[in-house]
C-alpha cells in the first residue's frame, strides 16, 4: 500500500492564493526597502556549521538544523558513529558530532549577513544597506504562528554607530505596517539598560541568563521568569534587586525618572537611557497616541523587552499587532556593535530589523486586511467556443496582455458552466463571450463574475472596460 503523501511538521505547502497573498507582504516590505535606500542580498541556504553555533545563545544553538554530512565526508565517518546511529542512539557532542555534520540551514538572516560582509568587505562601501528576503529554518516545536521553516524580511545597516539609523529603522517599520493597513506598537529598549540592570543586581557576569529570562516575560510570567534565574544560578538577593523592573509602568517620559534614579550607580545603563531618548525625541513625532491605533503604529518603550540573541549591544526593538488575536511577535530587531568581530572584522556596528512575513500573513487574513484584488492574478479569461472563436479570441488575448493585463483564454471547447466555474475557483474578475454571434458583430460579451451582469462592448473598447 502507498503511503500517503505528507510534509514534515512545521513547513507548509502554499496554494495559488496564499501566494499572491504572500507576494503582496513581500512587495509591500521590499518597495519600502528600497524607499529607504537598501539594496538586495542573497546567502545560502546552507553555511558552515561553525558559522552559525555560538551566535543565538545555548537555546538557539539547540534549535539549528544541522546537515548530515554526505559522499566522501560520510565515507569517513567512523564506524563507532554509524552504529550509534544504526541503533537510535543520539550523538550530540564533541568530535562524534563534528564526524556527522559540518554545515547546517541558516537559523536567520543576520549571522550570515555579518560572515558576507567579513568575506566581501574589500568590495563594499561602508555604510552598507542590504535587505534580504530568503526563508530559515529551526528545530522549533511547531505551534500556532510558529513554524520549522519560515521567511524573514531583513533590512540592515553595517558601519555606522549613529543613532539615526535607529531612528531610520523606526520609522522604516512604521511605513511598512501603514502601507499595510495593521495597526502595531513598536517597543523600544537597550541592552544597555538591561546590563546595567544586571549590574545593579550584583550579579553582572550573569546578564545573559537574565536576558534569555526577561526575555519570556509575557509568555511564561514574572513568578516562571524568576524561576528560570534561579536554575542558572542567580540569587534570591540578586532577584530582589531587580524587581523595580517588573513595576515599571507608563510611558518613557514618565519611567525614565524612574530609572535614572534606580539605575544611577551604573554608567553603562545611563547611556543607554540617554540612546533611548535620542530615539524618542528624534522619531517620536511621528507616532500617533495609544489611543488611535487603527492601522497606525506607535512608538513605546517596554523594560522588560530583552530579545534573546547574544549579539544584541544596544537599541533592540519588538513589533506586536495592535489588532487581531495573534500575541506573538511579527518584526523584532536592534544594534549588533561587534557581531563581525567573530568573524576577525572589529569594530564594525551594524543595526537592523527583520519582519516575519509568516506572522503578518496569519494577522492580515485573520483581520481580512488583504486586498480582494492581488498583482499577479488573471483578470480576465476568454471562453472556447470552438476552433473558430478560439483562434478569433486569441488575437484579442494578445492586445489584452500587450497592454498589461493579466488574461487565459480557456484551452478546450466544454460546457460554458465548467468554463465560469473555472473563473470562479480563480477569482477571475471578468469572462470574454465571443461566439459566432459576436465574431460577425464586431463586439464582446463581458460577463462581471462578482455582479453577474452581463454587457457588450465594441472588441475597441474591451481595453477601456477592463482597466476601470
Known amino acids: 500500500m502507498a503511503n500517503t503523501p505528507s510534509i514534515p511538521k512545521g513547513t507548509r505547502d502554499f496554494s495559488p492564493v496564499e501566494m499572491l497573498r504572500r ?30 553555533t555560538g551566535k543565538y545563545g545555548e537555546e538557539g544553538d539547540r534549535l539549528i538544523f544541522k546537515v548530515l554530512n554526505s559522499g566522501e565526508a560520510w565515507r569517513s565517518v567512523s564506524q563507532d558513529v554509524k552504529d550509534k546511529l544504526a541503533i537510535g542512539e543520539e550523538v550530540h557532542s564533541g568530535k562524534l558530532a563534528a564526524e556527522l555534520s559540518d554545515k547546517a540551514l541558516r537559523y536567520d538572516l543576520t549571522v550570515p549577513f555579518a560572515r558576507y560582509v567579513v568575506q566581501h568587505r574589500n568590495e563594499i562601501s561602508f555604510p552598507f544597506k542590504r535587505y534580504q528576503i530568503q526563508p530559515v529554518w529551526r528545530a522549533d516545536r511547531p505551534q500556532k504562528g510558529r513554524y520549522r521553516e519560515f521567511y524573514q524580511c531583513d533590512a540592515d545597516m553595517i558601519g555606522s554607530k549613529s543613532l539615526l539609523n535607529e531612528v531610520e529603522l523606526v520609522e522604516l517599520t512604521a511605513e511598512v505596517f501603514r502601507n499595510l493597513s495593521l495597526g502595531v506598537a513598536i517597543k523600544v529598549n537597550n541592552r544597555k539598560v538591561l546590563s ?28 516562571k521568569v524568576e524561576e528560570e534565574m534561579r ?25 525614565r525618572p524612574q530609572l535614572e534614579q534606580w539605575l544611577a550607580p551604573s554608567a553603562v545603563a545611563q547611556q543607554g537611557l540617554k540612546d533611548l531618548s535620542t530615539v524618542f525625541e528624534t522619531a517620536g513625532d511621528r507616532f500617533v497616541p495609544r489611543d488611535d491605533v487603527h492601522g497606525r503604529a506607535t512608538l513605546e518603550f517596554d523594560p522588560t523587552l ?31 556593535d561587534d557581531l563581525t568581530g567573530i ?35 488573471t483578470r480576465v479569461l476568454f471562453a472556447n467556443f470552438g ?51 459576436e465574431m460577425k458583430q464586431g463586439v464582446v460579451n463581458v460577463k462581471n463574475m462578482k455582479t453577474g451582469e452581463q454587457q457588450a462592448v465594441k472588441e475597441e473598447e474591451l481595453l477601456a472596460l477592463l482597466l476601470q
Do not use: C
Request: proline share 4%; hydrophobic share 40%.
Open 196 to 223: 546595567g540592570i544586571a549590574e545593579i543586581s550584583g550579579q553582572p557576569d550573569k546578564v545573559v541568563d537574565m536576558v534569555t529570562a526577561i526575555d519570556k516575560l509575557d509568555k511564561i510570567g514574572r513568578e
Open 387 to 437: 476552433e473558430a472563436e478560439a483562434l478569433h479570441s486569441l488575437k484579442l488575448l494578445r492586445q489584452v496582455r500587450e497592454a498589461g493585463i493579466a488574461a487565459e483564454l480557456y484551452p478546450d471547447a466544454v460546457k460554458m458552466a465548467k468554463q465560469f466555474k473555472y473563473a470562479d475557483d480563480k477569482g477571475i474578475p471578468f469572462v470574454a463571450i465571443i461566439g459566432e454571434t
Open 23 to 52: 507576494k503582496y507582504i513581500f512587495g509591500t516590505i521590499e518597495k519600502v526597502f528600497q524607499k529607504y535606500g537598501f539594496l538586495p542580498l542573497e546567502t545560502p541556504a546552507m553555511e558552515n556549521l561553525s558559522t552559525l
Open 231 to 255: 536554575t542558572k544560578g542567580i540569587t534570591n538577593e540578586a532577584i530582589a534587586r531587580i524587581a523595580p523592573l517588573f513595576e515599571l509602568k507608563g510611558t518613557w517620559a514618565e519611567q
Open 306 to 336: 530583552a530579545r534573546g540573541l547574544d549579539y544584541y549591544t544596544g537599541a533592540i526593538f519588538e513589533v506586536k499587532a495592535n489588532e487581531g488575536s495573534l500575541q506573538s511577535s511579527i518584526a523584532g530587531g536592534g544594534r549588533y
Open 343 to 377: 568573524f576577525g572584522l572589529k569594530d564594525m556596528s551594524g543595526v537592523g530589523i527583520s519582519f516575519g512575513a509568516d506572522r503578518i500573513y496569519d494577522v492580515l487574513l485573520e483581520l481580512n486586511k488583504f486586498p480582494a484584488e492581488l498583482g499577479g492574478s
